[in-house]
């Protein structure tokens, strides 16, 4: 079995591949603060749960944009499951070119989720990430990753909301009845569902612009649902695309 880990800097995203299926998949916090132990303590918990041992780990992948966090986990690695990590950095076949001016300066994840949707639905590809940052990342038909864009995410954008406007308090980001608020609450609600909506659907509007108008737009991230229901912008909404992505590599890189 294959252990993936996609570090962010909100969760780390734990999945277990046995072949090409992931057979499960958690989300932890992060906290560099955390001592290793602590994360050992979860992972144990986490694989005893669905009845799968250590010993049953045959590799460790991991992607990292928290480098104190690469560290703990490249330890647990050695330490729990006896295997060294292929961690995701510049100089990893990947399965697309990197493109990009400075190619160490990608996020991981963010090669990962283009390894990922190129492999699965082919080029031209775009694909956003609702994670911490909303990331826009292209793909061209020939399996170029181009780059592509970064706004907060929207968790970020309504804590920074609440935390810097004093009469406004914290509400659920679900779709409001209409786009027209009639209450605060709604009218929040309305600014950051349907104005991230109108985001997204201009912002794949012009790559598409760039790279093809066939493009097809893949989401993926833990705020993806609440986006991908209010518009038809997108192929397919991928929860889990991003540790499907370190898989594919894993595999290329044996």
Known sequence: ????????????????????????????????????????SFLHSLLSIRGIKPSQITGVVLCSGVPPLTTVFEELSHTVFNQTPLIISAGVKTGVRVMYENPRDVGPDRVADAAAAFHLYGGPVIVVDFGTGLTFNAVTREGDYLGGAIAPGLSVAAESLFANASMLRRVELVRPKSVVGRNTVASLQSGLVFGYVSMVEGMVKR???EIGQDAKAIATGGQAGVIAKETTVFHAVHPDLTLVGLRIIYEMNR
């Open 1 to 40: 079995m294959l252990l993936a880990l996609d570090i962010g800097n909100t969760n780390v995203k734990v999945g277990v591949f046995e072949g090409q299926t992931l057979r499960s998949s958690w989300r932890l916090s992060s906290d560099a603060r955390r001592q290793p132990a602590e994360y050992e």
């Open 207 to 209: 790559i598409r612009e």
